[in-house]
């Protein structure tokens, strides 16, 4: 069976455009991931179809953008659910300014706390007092002001290590809201 390709943030920014999409790809993957970190799961069709609302455009998207948002779905899934800490947050790549990567996780996180706050929590279902601080955390990246970040090395690693915690945030809320998934995948949970 050959590997799906799954479009990288700079392939489906320009999907995106094509079509007038007015939010960011990194928006939607926060969303997804969220979505998941939730505990929610979605049919391929109703994905798209959520994925589509959440672009905000009119026109239609085509088939290949489709099939890629149905990819990342899936992939995102399978980042979270395979147990080894490897999700990879859809964000502007490296060569990108660092106000567009600041730009980007702040839309990652705002795409997060949407579809974890849609994931459809019942009262059995609550989050820690930790989870509220990290929830708490990524509201506060939602408002970072990127304006005149200058890429040095002191910043570089502020953005990586703030990139590291809020990736392996998502994976221990995954953890904390999908035991019954993961204990059919036999995952050591911590």
């Given at each position: 069976?050959?590997?799906?390709?799954?479009?990288?943030?700079?392939?489906?920014?320009?999907?995106?455009?094509?079509?007038?999409?007015?939010?960011?790809?990194?928006?939607?993957?926060?969303?997804?991931?969220?979505?998941?970190?939730?505990?929610?799961?979605?049919?391929?069709?109703?994905?798209?179809?959520?994925?589509?609302?959440?672009?905000?455009?009119?026109?239609?998207?085509?088939?290949?953008?489709?099939?890629?948002?149905?990819?990342?779905?899936?992939?995102?899934?399978?980042?979270?659910?395979?147990?080894?800490?490897?999700?990879?947050?859809?964000?502007?790549?490296?060569?990108?300014?660092?106000?567009?990567?600041?730009?980007?996780?702040?839309?990652?996180?705002?795409?997060?706390?949407?579809?974890?706050?849609?994931?459809?929590?019942?009262?059995?279902?609550?989050?820690?007092?930790?989870?509220?601080?990290?929830?708490?955390?990524?509201?506060?990246?939602t408002q970072?002001?990127?304006?005149?970040?200058?890429?040095?090395?002191?910043?570089?690693?502020?953005?990586?290590?703030?990139?590291?915690?809020?990736?392996?945030?998502?994976?221990?809320?995954?953890?904390?809201?999908?035991?019954?998934?993961?204990?059919?995948?036999?995952?050591?949970?911590?």
């Amino acid at each position: 069976m050959a590997e799906k390709h799954v479009f990288g943030f700079d392939e489906f920014s320009n999907a995106f455009v094509m079509i007038g999409a007015l939010n960011s790809p990194a928006e939607l993957h926060g969303y997804i991931s969220g979505k998941f970190a939730g505990g929610a799961r979605m049919s391929h069709e109703q994905w798209v179809t959520t994925a589509v609302e959440l672009m905000d455009t009119n026109d239609v998207p085509s088939e290949t953008l489709k099939m890629a948002l149905g990819n990342l779905y899936e992939a995102t899934l399978e980042e979270f659910s395979c147990g080894d800490y490897t999700l990879t947050l859809l964000l502007p790549n490296d060569e990108a300014s660092l106000e567009e990567r600041i730009i980007g996780l702040s839309d990652w996180c705002r795409g997060f706390l949407e579809g974890f706050a849609s994931a459809g929590f019942t009262e059995n279902h609550r989050v820690s007092a930790e989870g509220a601080e990290a929830l708490r955390d990524f509201a506060a990246i939602t408002q970072a002001d990127a304006t005149g970040a200058k890429s040095n090395e002191a910043e570089e690693a502020d953005f990586f290590q703030l990139t590291e915690y809020v990736r392996i945030v998502a994976l221990d809320f995954f953890t904390e809201h999908n035991k019954e998934l993961l204990s059919t995948k036999n995952i050591n949970l911590h």
